[in-house]
C-alpha cells in the first residue's frame, strides 16, 4: 500500500532538540549545553562538601561539619531544578555519575587526609569558579530571553557568594 504523506510525516526522525517553549531551537541548545556542564559541576561540589564534611578534623570541628552541612544541602537543592530546566526547554540533561565526571570542570578531591585549612580554601575556590559558570549562564539566558532559567541562575549566584563569604569569613578566622 503506498503511504499516505500523513504517514511519511509521522516516519521523519524527531530532531535532537525539540523546542518545547516558545525560545528558538539555536537558543534551547546553547542553555542546555551551558545547563549540561553546570549541574555536572553542581553535582562535583556537593559530593566534595559532603567528603570534607565526612572527614573534616580537629579545632572548631562542630563548627565546619555543621558548615559544611548546610552547604551541601543547599548545592544539593538546585541540581533537580537545573536538570528540570533542561527538560523545561526540551533539552536532555546529565544521565549518570559517568556523564558527570565528563563534563565537569571542578577537579575532584581524592586525597586520603586533607587539613581544615586546605578543605574550606578549596571549597571557597570552587564556589567563586562556580560563581563565574553561573554568570556565563546568566549571560546565555539573557541572550536568548530565557528570563525564567536566568531567575533561577540569579538565585544560584546570591546563594554561591554566601556560601564564599562564610567560608572567607571562617578562614579569616581560622
Ligand atoms: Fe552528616
Redesign the pocket.
Known sequence: MPKTAATQVKEQPKPAVEAMADLSLEGVAEISAALRPLLADVFALYLKT?NF??HIAGRHFRDY?LLL?EHAEQIFAMTDDIAERARKIGATTIHSISDISKHQRLKDNNEESVSAEKMLSEVRADNRELTRFLRATHEICEKYNDVATASLVETWIDQTERRTWFLSEVLQNH
Open positions: 559532603k564534611h565526612w561539619h552541612d
